[in-house]
């Protein structure tokens, strides 16, 4: 089944500099990943999804790339802010006959010192 | 707020109590889902409702039993639970069969069980 690998130590930036995020998955290739941003004791919540055809997204300060060949997905905040800091889930479709499945990764934890 | 409404937000059991989790969506989803998050863990996939079928069960112990009464709500309910079970337990809602398949989560249902 599909495993799902991000940077498992978390990652310290100063304000203002570029945070890159990266999730590595080992199976076959989804469809789409999508990437969430959790604070602590609350829900996900959805940021950017990019899909199998797409090599790059962007949405204001966030940019997604998508390296089928690689099997890596890289989330960029450029001009970091402490209002940045959380923990950032990669997830990615498992299809099933009938249905999606969105399985997680185990996340990063982004700290921005001003 | 994301749409999706989870209650309690807290709730300490022992175990032999027996309690429900509440979640309802007002987003006119049509699956729904429960996911479990233990310190330091990976979110827990543990059930999927599609149009209000169970579709996915990851095996999980009976002491969780969910309900899906229709596509809006969901229940889960709780049974002679260990501390093991102690977490975060997140509801889902997305919306299948479209290109949207983002997952809008509720704010989660902070678990003690003692």
């Known amino acids: 089944s599909q495993k799902i690998e991000q940077n498992s130590e978390a990652l310290n930036i100063q304000e203002g500099k570029t945070a890159t995020l990266t999730c590595n998955y080992t199976?076959?290739?989804?469809?789409?990943l999508q990437w969430y941003r959790q604070d602590p004791g609350r829900g996900p919540v959805f940021l950017l999804l990019i899909r199998e055809n797409e090599k790059e997204k962007r949405k204001e300060r966030l940019k997604v790339t998508f390296d089928t060949t690689l099997k890596q997905s890289l989330f960029h905040i450029t001009a970091s802010q402490p209002a940045d800091s959380a923990t950032y889930l990669c997830?990615?479709?498992?299809?099933?006959?009938?249905?999606?499945?969105?399985?997680f990764g185990p996340g990063t934890s982004l700290s921005v010192i001003p | 707020e994301t749409g999706v409404t989870q209650t309690p937000r807290h709730l300490v059991m022992g175990m032999t109590n027996k309690k429900s989790l509440k979640c309802e969506q007002h987003?006119?989803?049509?699956?729904m889902y429960w996911y479990k998050q233990s310190a330091k863990k990976p979110l827990e996939l543990m059930f999927v409702y599609n149009f209000k079928e169970q579709t996915e069960n990851n095996s999980v112990p009976s002491r969780f039993s969910p309900e899906c009464p229709n596509s809006s709500h969901l229940f889960l309910h709780l049974h002679t639970l260990q501390p093991e079970d102690s977490a975060l337990y997140l509801c889902?809602?997305?919306?299948?069969?479209?290109?949207?398949?983002?997952?809008?989560f509720g704010q989660g249902t902070r678990l003690t069980v003692v």
């Open positions: 199976n076959y290739s989804p469809a789409y």
């Open positions: 889902a809602s997305s919306q299948l069969g479209t290109e949207d398949t983002e997952a809008f």
């Open positions: 997830a990615l479709d498992e299809m099933k006959t009938s249905y999606d499945k969105v399985i």
């Open positions: 987003l006119g989803h049509n699956a």
